[in-house]
């Protein structure tokens, strides 16, 4: 079996992973949208849909966002649907009808391109990370030799707490946490990676 989206031929640039990270790739299935039969469908949580209606937009798959959640409303809006407290510098920052919640305001072709890629599989839900004002293209799930590979001294901790929030990285009391998973994003545009990690 292929290993990519690309070696498929399907073109999902914010998706480098494998295949088999995709949450809701299903393969083989009808389309609930086009009523075609498609080798390459996906489940949006509500509808199969192929490829072909997935990438014109007819349908959406909703992400979680370090911004909040993004589906198809928000795309439409060019804002995320927010989240309590939220602070940004890459894009402006709006009130929600809640008083407590901000969302961000994102360029709608870029929320587009977010809904109209896979998910990826995780432990506790995805969480799409961002650089240089654009959403960042997801590379797959990385263990410590991954990062000691990455890392131009070999030291993985460092290339670890380098790429993942600082919050998370307080708890690792200086120790590589080989109990959890990392979720790894490359920059599209300046090639920066950013992680985000969970645990069972």
């Known amino acids: ?3 990519t989206f690309k070696e498929l031929g399907l073109d999902f640039p914010l998706f480098e992973a494998p295949v088999e990270e995709a949450s809701g790739y299903i393969g083989e299935e009808t389309c609930d949208i086009c009523g075609n039969t498609t080798q390459h469908a996906f ?8 490829y072909t209606c ?14 909040g959640m993004v589906g198809r409303e928000e795309a439409e809006r060019g804002r995320s649907h927010g989240i309590p407290g939220l602070t940004t510098d890459m894009f402006p920052v709006v009130p929600t009808d809640d008083p407590e919640w901000q969302a961000a305001v994102i360029p709608s072709k ?10 990826y599989s995780t432990w506790q839900g995805d969480r799409w990370l961002f650089c240089c004002a654009r959403p960042m293209v997801y590379l797959g799930p990385w ?6 590979k990455a890392a131009p001294d070999g030291d993985a901790y460092k290339e670890a707490a380098d790429m993942v929030s600082s919050d998370e990285v307080s708890y690792w009391k200086g120790q590589f946490p080989d109990g959890l998973s990392f979720y790894v994003f490359r920059c599209a545009t300046c090639d920066k990676r950013r992680a985000h990690c969970d645990i069972d």
């Open 54 to 67: 997935l990438r014109s937009r007819k349908a959406s798959i909703t992400k979680d966002t370090e911004f």
């Open 110 to 119: 870029h929320l587009w391109e977010l809904v109209s890629t896979p998910s």
């Open 1 to 3: 079996m292929p290993e």
């Open 43 to 50: 489940d949006t949580m509500e509808e199969n849909v192929c």
């Open 143 to 148: 263990t410590r030799e991954d990062f000691q």
